[in-house]
């Protein structure tokens, strides 16, 4: 089981943008939908779908919050012509942040808002071997421009098969970045691959929870640990989720409780979530209790 899952929220599209991208990318697919009723946000649809091998679940709860391109994910491709047509169905009613062309790093890239507003690095890997095939990748922007490194030090000190795979810094020419921070770096966690950068240019984002790394973890210790370790902001704590100490948001969550929503019981699932919304760090026992209630 993928151990840290990309989480992504939606207005109430989940589903729609769940067919979108497994009708892109090939060998993908659907792996569950749960609908529950009566939260704050009224009914709200959960898709767990798998693109290339990566999972990622997606929510439709309302229009709490959008995406931006702090974090986008990494598609390799082994052909250009599969790059042009990802590029094709992800840019029709979305946006070009860098034009599909030749690059010093690629001679096939671009970097795509698609109609949702979730950003796509769409990659040629000329005979490059391709162990993960979409890489979720950090922008570290603003006030964390420059932060890239330690964050990339802290996730790998908390998580475990972690390490720095390759670190490329910007060099003095390269204002408005600065000499030294990370133009680029790519390191493990959990066995997944992730990537990360710093930009010193004039964005208008910054992480939020459109976008956060859900933790999935098997014992009550699991989730002490993960909350322990990554929780920065009392403020943002919240039904398992958490901001660190830059911004980006994560959900430590139990497996127990996808297999309580996985069973379709209704009512155990309006208890389950019930006893959700008092809490900000997860009590798996409480959950266990509140599934088994009459």
């Known amino acids: 089981m993928q151990k840290i899952t990309p989480h992504l929220w939606y207005d109430n599209d989940a589903k729609e943008a769940a067919d979108f991208y497994i009708s892109i990318f090939k060998d993908s697919k659907h792996k569950n939908t749960t609908t529950i009723h009566n939260t704050p946000s009224g009914s709200v649809d959960i898709v767990t779908i798998e693109l290339r091998g990566q999972e990622f679940t997606l929510i439709s709860a309302g229009p709490l919050f959008k995406f931006n391109p702090s974090v986008s994910f990494l598609v390799s491709f082994d052909s ?3 790059v042009d047509a990802a590029w094709e169905k992800l840019s029709a009613g979305g946006a070009a942040l860098m034009e599909l062309g030749a690059y010093p790093f690629s001679e096939r890239y671009g970097w795509v808002q698609d109609r949702y ?4 690095q769409l990659m040629y890997r000329a005979g490059q071997p391709v162990k993960q095939a979409i890489t979720p990748t950090l922008m570290f922007v603003g006030a964390q421009c420059g932060k890239a490194e330690e964050a990339i030090n802290l996730y790998a000190s908390v998580f475990h098969n972690a390490h720095v795979d390759g670190i490329l810094r910007y060099e003095n020419n390269e204002a408005p ?3 030294g921070d990370i133009k680029h770096a790519a390191f493990t966690l959990e066995g997944q691959a992730f ?7 004039g964005h208008n984002f910054a992480f939020n929870e459109a976008i956060s790394l859900m933790v999935r973890c098997n014992t009550q210790e699991e989730i002490d640990y993960y909350w322990n370790k990554l929780t920065a902001a009392p403020e943002a704590e919240q039904c398992g989720w958490l901001k660190d100490k830059f911004g980006l948001s994560w959900q430590v969550v139990p497996t127990a409780m996808d297999e ?10 309006a208890r389950v979530m019930e006893a959700v919304l008092k809490m900000k ?4 026992a409480k959950l266990r209790e509140a599934a088994k209630a009459d």
């Open 195 to 201: 990537a990360a950068m710093d930009s010193a240019r």
């Open 80 to 82: 250009r012509e599969a």
């Open 177 to 179: 970045d600065k000499a």
């Open 117 to 120: 507003g979730l950003s796509w």
């Open 260 to 269: 309580m929503f996985r069973e379709k019981d209704e009512k155990k699932i």
């Open 281 to 284: 760090k997860f009590e798996i």
